[in-house]
């Protein structure tokens, strides 16, 4: 199961590990998550500067990567349009 650094599952990582994909409407509800996590380790990065805990700086510098294109990914996902596949109808029965 996907677990963010905290440890923490979240109901992304469940439905991944689920069924191996998030729908793009799943994907968009991410969207304010991943700002708001973003935004966090932003703000843990600044206290390891001021602490000079390098490897800790290292660690969440890749987890902003993670995170990142995750967003990215997300974003492009929730603009796709959706495909239309008509009505279905039956065939004539042969006689």
């Known amino acids: 199961m996907g677990v963010l650094t ?5 109901q992304a ?6 069924f191996g994909r998030l729908t793009p409407y ?3 509800l ?3 998550r991943l700002a708001e996590i973003e935004k966090d380790l932003i703000l843990r990065r ?3 500067e001021e602490e000079q805990w390098l490897g ?3 660690g ?3 987890t902003l990567t993670f995170v990142r294109t995750k967003q990215a990914d997300a974003a492009r996902l929730a603009h796709r349009s ?3 596949l008509g009505i279905p109808t039956t065939r004539p029965q042969r006689n």
Not at 6 to 10: A, D, E, K, R, S
């Open 6 to 10: 905290l440890g923490i599952p979240t």
């Open 13 to 18: 990582a469940v439905l991944t590990s689920v």
């Open 26 to 28: 799943e994907e968009s």
């Open 30 to 32: 991410m969207l304010p």
């Open 46 to 48: 600044k206290r390891a």
């Open 56 to 58: 800790e700086i290292d």
């Open 60 to 62: 969440i510098d890749m």
């Open 82 to 84: 959706p495909v239309a």
